[in-house]
């Protein structure tokens, strides 16, 4: 998580800002995390950004086997000794952003599970990175800024509903858990914190036949989300607000996944 706070020392390791390294160490927020985590022995588990390991030392024994992925070097060899004799760890030294989740998924199922305490300053690419897989992935479990698990969870017509919320929507369902106070970090965040689950549909409810213009599309949308939604879809065919069957005078954060979807199925029909 990124913070203004300077660098400082925890358990022997100096918090790097430019990793947005803030270490969770209050054990009834880690425990509360892994109760409604509910790991289980054998799971498919990555831990995504496990630092000095705090979530990661009652994580490991409940499987027997877990892989991490951790970017900062010096932390990433601390690991192996700070976690010895609790079971199986397979460390991917690298950025998550970069990283290629799909090999981690047993072949022919979604079984992996994902949980992390996400950097704030990359969470919302890595979320998007982590869509890219989405195939292959039973659920994921993070620690993020509040307002950004506002964002995720919106409901149309509330201030907080935008772009991600229809993007992460499209793929999952989202569901804001509980909220984690800056002191249970060292350094604290000047933000509070919170847990979200999202859990991919098995089978979307809304399918596009054609995602990336769903992207671009929802991204016109809320560039000019005080606009109508008629001037702000102005560089697509005109008939598509009727082919979709949309209102072309309301305002984009009023406009539900269903018909995001609607839109962008009009616009192939009418450029095919």
Not at 174 to 189: G, I, M, Q, R, Y
Not at 200 to 210: M, N, Y
């Amino acid at each position: 998580m990124s913070s203004r706070h300077s660098s400082r020392v925890v358990e022997g390791h100096t918090a790097r800002k430019r990793f947005g390294q803030n270490f969770l160490n209050d054990q009834r927020v880690i425990h509360q995390i892994v109760a409604s985590f509910q790991p289980a022995r054998d799971q498919n588990v990555v831990e995504i950004g496990p630092g000095l390991g705090a979530l990661t030392k009652v994580l490991l024994p409940a499987l027997g086997r877990l892989q991490v992925v951790e970017l900062d070097r010096d932390l990433a060899a601390r690991l192996p000794q700070t976690l010895a004799g609790l079971g199986e760890l397979i460390i991917h030294e690298g950025d998550a952003l970069d990283f290629d989740f799909t090999p981690l998924a047993s072949a022919g199922a979604a079984d992996l599970r994902v949980i992390g305490n996400l950097p704030y300053n990359i969470s919302t690419p890595l979320i998007f990175h982590l869509l890219g897989h989405s195939g292959v992935i039973r659920d994921m479990h993070f620690m993020l800024q509040k307002e950004v698990i506002d964002r995720l969870c919106a409901e149309p017509g509330s201030n907080d509903y935008g772009r991600l919320s229809v993007m992460v929507q499209y793929r999952c369902q989202a569901e804001w858990l509980f909220d984690v106070p800056p002191e249970a970090f060292s350094p604290p965040p000047k933000v509070t914190s919170a847990i979200v689950r999202l859990t991919p549909h098995a089978q979307l409810p809304h399918p596009c036949r054609d995602e990336r213009l769903l992207g671009e599309l929802v991204t016109a949308a809320f560039t000019m989300r005080r606009k109508t939604l008629r001037n702000a879809l102005k560089r697509y065919p005109p008939e598509t607000l009727a082919r979709a069957g949309v209102d072309g005078g309301c305002r984009p954060e009023t406009v539900s996944v269903a018909d995001y979807v609607a839109l962008t199925n009009a616009v192939v029909e009418l450029s095919s």
